[in-house]
C-alpha cells in the first residue's frame, strides 16, 4: 500500500469529523464486512474471557486479535482514501501481518500484564490496590496510545515492528490535540457499550478505526519524514 503523502495542510476538528464520517457513510457495507472478521478473531478470546480463563483470552487476543486488527486498518487505509479496495485485501492483509501484528499485540499487552503481575505479588499488603488500578489504567492507555499510531504505520508503510513503534511513540507528542480527541472517542463507544447496547461492542470497533486509520494517516500527512 503506498504511504500518505506529506505536506498536507493541517484541518480543523470539524473538517476531520466530517471527511471521516463521510468515508464512514460511503464505505458502510465495506466496512462490516471487516467488522465480522475482526468479531471471527475476537471471538475466541471473548469466549475464553467469559469462561474465567485470563491467560488464555489474552493469548487468543494476542494470536488472532491483534493480527485482526492490523488486517482492518489496512483495509480501513484504502477506503479513507478513497480507493476501490477488493474484500480480499481483510485475509491478503491478515497472512501478510500475522506476525508483526502478533509482536505488536504483544507490545501492547506488556505493561498492563506486568502492572497486573506486580499488583498480585503485592497485594496481601493492600496498600497495592490504589496503585494497581492507578498502574493498570496507565499502562492499558500507553499501550493503546502506541497501537493508535502503530499499527496505522505498519500497514501505510509496511516497515518492521521496531519503526513503527519508534515512530508510533513520537507521534502521539507531536500531535496531542487529536491524540486527546482518539481517546476520548474510544472512551465513548466504550460507555456507549456499557450503558445503551452490549451488541454495540461488535460495531463500533470497526467504526472507530475509521477514525483512528485517519487520523493517523493526516498526522503523517502534516510530518516531515520521520
Known amino acids: 500500500m503506498a504511504p500518505p503523502e506529506r505536506g498536507e495542510p493541517e484541518i480543523s476538528t470539524q473538517e476531520f469529523l466530517v471527511q471521516t464520517a463521510t468515508a464512514t457513510w460511503d464505505n ?11 468479531n471471527a478473531c475476537l471471538a475466541p478470546a471473548l469466549v475464553l474471557a467469559f469462561l474465567g480463563l485470563g491467560m488464555p483470552a489474552v ?3 494476542v494470536l488472532l486479535g491483534a493480527p485482526g486488527w492490523v488486517a482492518l486498518q489496512g483495509y480501513q487505509m484504502g477506503l479513507v482514501e478513497g ?6 485485501t481483510l485475509l491478503t492483509a491478515f497472512r501478510h501481518f500475522w506476525t508483526r501484528g502478533v509482536r505488536l499485540g504483544v507490545l501492547g499487552i506488556f505493561l498492563p500484564v506486568v502492572t497486573w503481575l506486580a499488583g498480585i505479588l503485592l497485594a496481601p499488603s493492600g496498600l497495592a490496590v490504589p496503585a494497581l488500578t492507578i498502574g493498570l489504567l496507565a499502562s492499558l492507555l500507553a499501550g493503546c496510545v502506541l497501537v493508535l499510531y502503530a499499527v496505522p504505520l505498519l500497514v501505510a508503510y509496511d516497515h518492521d515492528v521496531a519503526t513503527v513503534v519508534r515512530n508510533g511513540a513520537i507521534l502521539p507528542g507531536r500531535h496531542i490535540n487529536s491524540t486527546v480527541g482518539m481517546v476520548a472517542l474510544a472512551v465513548l463507544c466504550s460507555l456507549a457499550t456499557i450503558y445503551i447496547s452490549s451488541g454495540l461492542m461488535f460495531v463500533l470497533p470497526a467504526l472507530y478505526g475509521m477514525f483512528a486509520v485517519n487520523n493517523c494517516r ?3 500527512a502534516q510530518e516531515e519524514p520521520l
Do not use: D, E, R, W
Not at 28 to 38: E, F, M, N, R
Not at 83 to 88: G, I, M, Q
Open 28 to 38: 458502510l457495507p465495506q466496512i462490516l464486512v471487516g467488522a465480522l472478521l475482526l
Open 218 to 220: 493526516l498526522a503523517i
Open 59 to 61: 493469548i487468543a487476543g
Open 83 to 88: 480507493k476501490a479496495v477488493p474484500l480480499s
